[in-house]
């Protein structure tokens, strides 16, 4: 007998399996559907050789799954804001920033990226990086290497450290604040520093300001907070999408790290799914908050659109983009002055036309939003009548999108049933009443029919 086969002799029959789980029997076991042996005297070395090709298959087929994870979480999915190796890559900071500057219509926006997440602009002695602004500047901002070091004594830092917001309603009286003047933050009263993280790190902050004492409420707050923690996610998971890409085209890889990888891709592809829907329901509540609906209206709206989706038998997928799409059909109101809500005498013709061309405002915000892009056909048509007299294309029964028709009944629905500063909410009975008389011209005769049951059921 050679020295190696002596070797084998005295090792566990388990070990012997040429890939093994970390040479763990159970695990090889139960890959075989064998939990009912309980000694190793019943596995045979044939059975080992079965248990070592199973393995193989396992790796390879943990392998198709990593990669079809991977193709969950792409950049046509989402914003792609990691990766960048030089200043004009940042430019996407820069109208994210002015991007939240016009959905939270504050007076100035800045991003800052911690050093090792803001590479390319890294040659810094700044801990912190400002990455975007809503300002404009004569000189280019990345130049200036405008920043924080974590030990200094400022907010932002101190925001980044804690992971906690930082709010600060009047900054003339705040001795701490140290204001950046290449930032204008000497015209600042009120300040707000937001933590861009998750539960697996922090990626920088985001900083919104205003140069008066209007504070920013607390649909706002929350709809920033959202925000960063979306960013921060989605940080986290480009980062270990490339990691696992890398590691599923190791040749000598390790199933125990393919098991590690497909464990935390999936708790974060699940918590980017959740802190999306967080990010639009919390947008829809600023829109509601700023047009002086009822806090839940917009949700309403959504839950009656699934509602009738569901009877219909939608898919999942579709019955959720119609409800992302209930839920953010009005966001273009998210970039009109909030004045124009608030007016109680007659609207002027310029505020008129503000209102009715806001649809394709919140279009342009939405396709900046990768994840949200697929909503966009049923935002855009869902002021189309079933007559061919609506917006914005005049479509005409089955060529409207069955997701716009289905928004706009429910919205029709539940804003007759809803108090207005002009009427009193509807009853049930009449607001039914009305939409029945308007079917066949403004909706969907069908989808009527199915609302009618719902409440009446």
């Known amino acids: 007998m050679t020295d190696e086969k002596k070797e084998n002799k005295n090792v566990s029959v388990f ?17 075989l559907n064998l939990g009912d042996f309980i000694s190793e005297h019943l596995i045979s070395d044939e059975l080992v050789q079965k248990i070592g090709k199973t393995n193989v298959n396992k790796i390879e087929s943990l392998k198709k799954q990593l990669r079809e994870l991977i193709s969950i979480y792409s950049i046509d999915n989402t914003l792609k804001i990691l990766g960048f190796s030089s200043k004009e890559d940042y430019v996407i900071y820069n109208a994210i920033a002015k991007t939240i500057k016009q959905m939270l219509e504050i007076d100035a926006c800045h991003i800052f990226l911690s050093k090792e997440n803001a590479m390319g602009l890294d040659i810094t002695q700044n801990d912190l990086i400002l990455v975007g602004s809503s300002l404009r500047f004569n000189d280019d901002i990345y130049d200036s290497e405008i920043g924080y070091k974590l030990n200094d004594e400022n907010y932002v830092s101190l925001a980044y450290k804690t992971s906690k917001k930082i709010e600060i309603k009047n900054v003339i009286e705040d001795d701490k604040f140290k204001p950046i003047l290449m930032l204008s933050e000497d015209k600042v009263q009120y300040y707000l520093a937001v933590p861009m993280c998750n539960n697996m790190e922090k990626v920088g902050v985001i900083v919104v300001e205003n140069y008066t004492e209007k504070k920013l409420s607390g649909e706002f707050i929350d709809l920033l907070t959202i925000t960063a923690k979306l960013f921060a996610t989605s940080m986290s998971l480009e980062k270990m999408t490339e990691e696992t890409d890398k590691l599923i085209n ?174 009193h909410a509807l009853s049930k009975e009449n607001a039914l009443n009305i939409i029945r008389e308007e079917s ?7 989808l009527v029919n199915i609302l009618v049951d719902l409440k009446n059921s």
């Open 15 to 31: 070990a012997r399996s040429e890939i093994s789980l970390e040479s763990d029997p159970l695990e090889e076991i139960f890959a």
């Open 250 to 423: 190791q040749k000598d890889v390790n199933l125990s790290q393919l098991q590690n990888n497909r464990a935390e891709l999936t708790a974060l592809i699940g918590d980017l799914s959740s802190e999306q829907q967080g990010f639009v329901e919390h947008l829809a509540k600023a829109v509601d908050a700023k047009s002086n609906f009822k806090n839940n209206y917009s949700q309403e709206v959504a839950d009656l659109a699934r509602e009738i989706s569901t009877v219909l038998n939608l898919n999942e997928k579709t019955k959720d983009l119609i409800y992302y799409a209930a839920l953010l059909r009005n966001i273009g109101k998210i970039t009109l002055p909030e004045e124009l809500f608030n007016k109680k005498e007659k609207l002027s013709a310029e505020d008129w036309e503000k209102l009715q061309n806001h649809p394709n405002v919140g279009v342009s915000i939405l396709m900046s939003i990768n994840f949200l892009s697929e909503v966009v056909p049923y935002i855009n048509y869902h002021k189309e009548r079933w007559d061919g007299k609506g917006e914005p294309e005049g479509l005409k029964g089955y060529s409207i999108p069955l997701g716009s028709r289905i928004i706009a009944l429910s919205d029709a629905y539940s804003a007759l049933t809803s108090e207005r500063k002009y009427r």
């Open 440 to 446: 066949g011209s403004k909706w969907d005769p069908e």
